[in-house]
């Protein structure tokens, strides 16, 4: 089950309805890039954030679960996982994969309590 990696902590100061798009994005180790898109959905929330030249371009889809603090003064949001976790998690084609299912889940079981750094415990 992975449905509770796709909705943000209580504890992250997301409130539902904030637009986040344009804030930057903070993993363990630094700055990743930007959030383009983003979902509230109850169950289905995550973040593409466009990386820029950190990985060449690249957008990357982080489960809502990841972040773990929201800063809407400095316009930040704060995600649990280190630069290289991110960078090895299922390549992300915006166009191919956010409607996709079986991505999610895939992406869902990369980040969630099953994955080899943890998640959010079951």
């Known amino acids: 089950m992975t449905e ?3 909705s943000y902590k209580s504890t992250s100061g997301h409130l539902a309805g904030t637009d986040l798009t344009g804030y930057k994005v903070e993993a363990t180790d630094g700055s ?7 979902s509230d959905e ?3 929330a995550y973040l593409v954030v466009d990386t820029g030249v950190w990985i060449f371009g690249k957008e ?6 990841t ?3 929201v800063d809407r003064d400095e316009k930040e949001v704060f995600v649990d996982r280190s630069k290289e976790q991110i960078k090895n998690a299922p ?5 191919k994969h956010l409607g996709d299912a079986g ?8 980040y969630g309590a099953g994955a080899p750094f943890g998640g ?3």
């Open 103 to 110: 991505y999610r889940e895939e992406l869902g079981t990369y």
């Open 60 to 65: 990357v889809l982080l489960p809502a679960s």
């Open 91 to 95: 390549e992300f084609h915006r166009d």
């Open 42 to 44: 109850v169950g289905d």
């Open 4 to 6: 509770h990696v796709w």
């Open 67 to 69: 972040v773990v603090r």
């Open 120 to 122: 959010w415990p079951a």
């Open 32 to 38: 990743i890039g930007k959030v383009d898109k983003h």
